[in-house]
């Protein structure tokens, strides 16, 4: 889990360093940054959702596991989480939980988060999450800029997610392969195009209570390609 710590520790200086900008930044500016925040995130999530083969899977991965977190209401546990991080560090940021939720999705919807948990957990060099972690510390700042000290804290469910990847990267290598990879990654897409929908204030869309389908896109993708 080397590669995921350093990846961790990444984001939480790119966080102090983006916190640092937030402090100075005129609330116009802070304003455009997040703006352009939501287009880039738009773009990111284009550019994923057509990496898919099958646009059946991808549908009914989003149908599926929307209708699944709906009715476990993940949107509404994190965001008391988040709201109970935010008391316990005595946070006035109004933006703390979105910034929380906004970072992890971003951090951690991208194959290379799955790709470089695979290799390092599979005993190779952690490079790709390397990699990674320099694209993040330049996310972080940006990101923290902009939304505040909740980027920070989404080092939690990025240690989670990603490390747990690599702990099991044994057992899930012949779950995840590279179609099913794509297809994971597809559906990633259509969640951050989500989030930068969101993010812009077009609309209010429960992106937390979709990431059920992700986990309908691996079990759809490993039986029907």
């Avoid at 939304?147 to 747990?164: A, D, K, M, T």
Wanted: hydrophobic share 55%; with cysteine; charged share 10%.
């Amino acid at each position: 889990m080397v590669g995921t710590l350093i990846n961790a520790g990444a984001v939480i200086l790119g966080s102090l360093l983006g916190l640092l900008i937030h402090s100075r930044l005129p609330k116009n500016l802070t304003h455009i940054v997040f703006q352009g925040i939501g287009l880039f995130t738009l773009f990111l999530g284009i550019n994923m959702a057509a990496k898919t083969s099958n646009f059946l899977i991808m549908i009914f991965s989003i149908v599926i596991g929307s209708i699944i977190g709906e009715l476990i209401d993940i949107d509404k546990a994190v965001t008391r989480f988040g709201e109970w991080l935010k008391k316990r560090i005595k946070s006035k940021n109004e933006k703390f939980s979105e910034g929380f939720v906004t970072s992890f999705l971003m951090f951690c919807m991208g194959s290379m988060t799955i790709l470089g948990a695979f290799e390092e957990g599979l005993g190779g060099e952690p490079n790709l999450l390397l990699a990674k972690s320099m694209l993040d510390t330049f996310s972080s700042i940006i990101l923290a800029a902009s939304l505040g000290i909740g980027v920070i804290f989404s080092v939690i469910p990025l240690i989670i997610y990603q490390g747990g990847l690599t702990i099991f990267a044994g057992s899930l290598a012949g779950l995840l392969t590279d179609p099913v990879i794509n297809e994971l990654t597809a559906v990633g897409g259509l969640l951050l195009i989500g989030l930068g929908i969101n993010i812009l204030e077009i609309k209010n869309i429960k992106i937390l209570n979709m990431i059920p389908a992700l986990v309908i896109a691996v079990i759809l993708g490993y039986f029907f390609i």
